[in-house]
T-cell receptor, first 113, second 107 residues
């Protein structure tokens, strides 16, 4: 069974640009969530989607947005990139967040220059 | 929100030693997971353990939900055990992570 797939693995963008990251969950998992990891702030929750509906959102500015498609694949978008957005972005999927654990992808490492 | 604290922050051990990592959380939670972050950044799931005790080879974990803590035991440490270990608790469709324990195993 394939794991959680994130693309791309690495990305370098210039300040002010926008970026879109993709996450394909494990087959049958309807919950997809996104996390940002930085050395200073650790692992922080961005948002969670279940059956195309955003159920929860973390404390991030509106420049961070996401969506989920009918096949459960998810994308997150960051507009007007800032240097501080440089981070490892991790996606996780779960069949049901209250009853089962989360499985994480390998992450996308974003560098903003 | 839920607070998650891990201790110790850093642990340096000789190969073959045993270790205990602790995770305290501030409120009741739906579930708790332990992860090992590999050098490439991926979070590898070790245990899904909302309560009770589980074992997987040299690793075991115990969660006492009523007292809001969990312990991860690593026995006969190997150099491949090095890395950062995270505890994360689930509530409101999100995981809240601790700050991690960085484990270094010296040959």
């Amino acid at each position: 069974k394939a794991g959680v797939t994130q693309t791309p693995r690495y990305l370098i963008k210039t300040r002010g640009q926008q970026v879109t990251l993709s996450c394909s969950p494990i087959s049958g998992h309807r919950s997809v969530s996104w996390y940002q990891q930085t050395p200073g702030q650790g692992l922080q929750f961005l948002f969670e989607y279940f059956s195309e509906t955003q159920r929860n959102k973390g404390n991030f500015p509106g420049r961070f947005s996401g969506r989920q498609f009918s096949n459960s694949r998810s994308e997150m978008n960051v507009s007007t990139l800032e240097l501080g957005d440089s981070a490892l972005y991790l996606c996780a999927s779960s069949p049901d967040t209250t009853l089962y654990g989360y499985t994480f992808g390998s992450g996308t490492r974003l560098t903003v220059v | 929100g839920i607070q998650v604290e891990q201790s110790p922050p850093d642990l340096i051990l000789q190969e073959g030693a045993n270790s205990t990592l602790r995770c305290n959380f501030s409120d009741s939670v739906n579930n708790l997971q332990w992860f090992h972050q590999n050098p490439w950044g991926q979070l590898i799931n070790l245990f899904y353990i909302p309560s009770g005790t589980k074992q997987n080879g040299r690793l075991s974990a115990t969660t006492v939900a009523t007292e809001r803590y969990s312990l991860l035991y690593i026995s006969s440490s190997q150099t491949t055990d090095s890395g950062v270990y995270f505890c994360a608790v689930e509530g409101n469709e999100k995981l809240t992570f601790g700050t991690g324990t960085r484990l270094t195993i010296i040959p």
